[in-house]
């Protein structure tokens, strides 16, 4: 309904969700959900391997002409041309929206009684800056809604992923969360300044929806202006967009032995990276916004990889912004892990 839509991606099935536009997610307001009103399906050439769908996009604050250009495959691939027509001032607009299910994993089980070790159809959003670096946060369900905006300009790409792939992971036969496929967005022309912007919703079960990621432009959207968003729209497996680095496996999080459990012990496993055996044990850079972290230590994993962990101690209710990365010589060799902590 509205202006949600789903693909697959070849070998998996659906999961998360994509959005012509996004108003007031997470707001203390009402959200709005503009709708697809009329669809027009082009025939396809014979031989052709693409099909071509427009769509009009109409709501009480905006109305909108897209048109998908669907590219089947080993991933499947959306080339979408939207042209948004305000009818009033919209600030906090959400272009390209995506939205998925994180109920709980390693790193956020806290209430959780269930016997299946993760129910999510997405664990984290990664992000490709306009600075060329790659960032991974792992989602969370969180007890009262968080809002996380990603300052960038001119993003290259960001997405929802599932990494874990594994029936091991999620012991669900029934739900098949290992099936369920990323999707990134890639910008087609330079969107300029603004921030990917990430809503956490508390959720008690896995039927609803409660994450939404977005870029939302720095400058309004006037009433009465024209603007145009060109980009492509990825289902598909879990991509390594610089297979130099190595990604983010699992986040755990957990009291630290010992007598105060306020601390909390942060382990993050990384993969080896491409091109990274053989060569010693990397450094680690963390920092946090508030609290202080103690005793850094990265390792190598039995069968490849790497091991890192802190320990964490919040500065009473404070939230906090955590940040760490492998590297050597001051070169990253892995993506920048981020992480929110809230009491």
Known sequence: GASYFRAVAKGLGYGLSARG??????????????????????????GADTITLDALLDGPSVVGAFRFRIHPGEETIFEVDARLFPRVDL??????PLT?????????????????????DSDGLALWTGTDEQVWRP??????????????????????????????DFQDAEAGYE??????????????????????????????????????????LEAGSESRWRYRLHWTASPRWKPGLAAVEATRIGA???????????????????????????????SASRGSVAHPVVHARPGGGWRAAFEFAPDGDAAS???????????????????????
């Open 21 to 46: 536009i996004a108003l007031g997610s997470g707001d203390p307001g009402p959200e709005e959900f503009p709708a697809f009103r009329a669809f027009w399906l082009h025939r396809p050439e014979p």
């Open 91 to 96: 600030p906090h607009v959400g272009i390209a």
């Open 100 to 120: 998925s299910m994180f109920q709980f994993d390693a790193s956020d089980r806290g209430g959780v009684d269930d016997y299946r070790p993760a129910v999510h």
């Open 139 to 168: 989602l969370r369900n969180p007890a009262a809604i968080q809002h996380s905006g990603f300052q960038d300009r001119s993003p290259k790409r960001f997405g929802l992923m599932q990494r874990k792939r594994t029936f091991s």
């Open 179 to 220: 099936g369920r496929p990323t999707a990134w967005v890639e910008p087609l022309d330079d969107w300029g300044p603004g921030e990917v912007h990430l809503v956490e919703i508390p959720t008690g079960d896995e039927y609803q929806d409660n994450i939404v990621a977005f870029w939302r432009p720095q400058a309004p």
């Open 256 to 286: 630290r032995p010992g007598k105060d459990r306020s601390v909390r012990l942060i382990v993050v496993d990384f993969d080896g990276g491409a091109g990274d055996a053989g060569v010693g044990v990397p450094e680690i850079e963390v």
């Open 321 to 343: 912004e955590l940040r760490m990365r492998l590297h050597r010589g001051g070169r990253a060799i892995s993506e920048t892990w981020t992480y929110r902590w809230s009491a």
